[in-house]
């Protein structure tokens, strides 16, 4: 069952995944999901220094990193009314981070194709594919036009913990 254009998305609830302070880069690939090598081209594009001091990015470096290619989080719940007044919830959050082209085709559940045809009013916006990948700017660019992959749940937040939701309306 789909849910009708009645819903009203209000907000997203986020959770960051890093703060800012001295990292590897190592840690950075780790955080990334990306290859060493990816994230080395993304920082010679962007002109962010690569000198590392006794091997740690120093925190200006990284909040640089941050400005440039943003840094991963998750989208885990949605505040959401459907037309009953009834509230809903995610069912599992949505990890913005870097994504190559069919990683988000997968998690749109759509065709190459179909997903070309959605972003190609938005190209402007969004922007070209940079290393083979969406950076996160382009990625909540993307969220912003087309909205989120998620499936709604009338799950409990113990259920959901759990991993035993009832999945009921998809979105």
């Not at 997203?12 to 800012?20: I, M, N, S, W």
């Not at 990816?38 to 470096?61: A, P």
């Not at 382009?138 to 749940?153: K, M, N, R, S, V």
């Amino acid at each position: 069952m789909i849910i009708s254009t009645t819903m009203t998305l209000q907000k997203y609830k986020t959770k960051k995944l890093f703060t800012v302070r001295e990292y590897k880069f190592k840690e950075l690939v780790e955080i990334y999901k990306v290859d060493a090598k990816t994230l080395r081209k993304w920082m010679m594009l962007f002109e962010v220094k690569i000198s590392l001091d006794g091997l740690y990015f120093k925190i200006r470096q990284v909040e640089a990193i941050k400005d440039t290619l943003g840094f991963p989080y998750f989208i885990y719940d949605i505040d959401c009314d459907l037309s009953d007044g009834e509230k809903k919830m995610m069912s599992k959050p949505f990890e913005v981070r870097p994504y190559k082209f069919k990683e988000l085709c997968a998690m749109y559940n759509k065709h190459p194709t179909t997903m070309r045809r959605w972003l190609a009013p938005f190209k402007e916006q969004i922007g070209d594919l940079i290393g083979g990948y969406y950076l996160i700017p382009q990625i909540e660019a993307i969220i912003e036009h087309i909205d989120l992959p998620y499936t709604i749940t009338d799950a409990t937040e113990s259920e959901i913990e759990q991993g035993n939701p009832k999945q009921s309306k998809v979105a």
